[in-house]
T-cell receptor
Framework: DVKVTQSSRYLVKRTGEKVFLECVQD?????MFWYRQDPGLGLRLIYF???????EKGDIPEGYSVSREKKERFSLILESASTNQTSMYLC?????????????FGPGTRLTVT | DQQVKQNSPSLSVQEGRISILNCDYT??????FLWYKKYPAEGPTFLIS?????DKNEDGRFTVFLNKSAKHLSLHIVPSQPGDSAVYFC?????????????FGTGTRLTVIP
């Protein structure tokens, strides 16, 4: 079974703090993704990575950066946390199946910025 | 600009009856579609997928139908069970372009009443 783990389930940070969200997958997948989920907005893609040290902006990259130093680990960084970044953050990795790519998600990190 | 839309935020169905969840998309380049199920405080889990070369895919109680001309897909759950109560997201991708990131809808909360 594919396993995607995220470093924290719940996190509370103060405005202006630098925040690191870690994600690790154990299936040697090349592709990894960071989303945020907000009520009424679904899942929105922040950044994704096709390979080590490679990154691509998603739909809402502003205020975020990412790091992929090893294939199994993809980190999301909030350089200076703000209250509008309070959200559920979901990490995923993907594998190619018949017809297309299937993404596997971690359990999520509920981040609250006060 | 939401390229994948789920216009019903919620749906209630009696146990044993059929649940039909709908999804519309605007981008004719999408060629692979997926449904994910999400329980509170957990990451989404893959449910079923369909390639644009097919119009139906079935897996146990779950069937996905694709109508390319209408840019519409639906998920049928028969019979519905209380454990099916969750938020369902449809997602689409453009596999033929080499991209593997997914575009998600906003989700439909299904409640199955015992």
């Amino acid at each position: 079974d594919v396993k995607v783990t995220q470093s924290s389930r719940y996190l509370v940070k103060r405005t202006g703090e630098k925040v690191f969200l870690e994600c690790v997958q154990d299936m040697d997948h090349e592709n990894m993704f960071w989303y945020r989920q907000d009520p009424g907005l679904g899942l929105r893609l922040i950044y994704f990575s096709y390979d080590v040290k490679m990154k691509e902006k998603g739909d809402i990259p502003e205020g975020y950066s990412v790091s992929r130093e090893k294939k199994e680990r993809f980190s999301l960084i909030l350089e200076s946390a703000s209250t509008n970044q309070t959200s559920m953050y979901l990490c995923a990795s993907s594998i190619h199946r018949e017809g297309g790519y299937e993404q596997y998600f971690g359990p999520g990190t509920r981040l609250t910025v006060t | 600009d939401q390229q994948v839309k789920q216009n019903s935020p919620s749906l209630s169905v009696q146990e044993g009856r059929i649940s039909i969840l709908n999804c519309d998309y605007t981008n004719s380049m999408f060629d692979y579609f997926l449904w994910y199920k999400k329980y509170p405080a957990e990451g989404p889990t893959f449910l079923i997928s369909i390639s644009s070369i097919k119009d139906k895919n079935e897996d146990g109680r779950f069937t996905v139908f694709l109508n390319k001309s209408a840019k519409h897909l639906s998920l049928h759950i028969v019979p519905s069970q209380p454990g099916d109560s969750a938020v369902y997201f449809c997602a689409a991708s453009r596999v033929s372009t080499g991209a593997n990131n997914l575009f998600f809808g906003t989700g439909t909360r299904l409640t199955v009443i015992p």
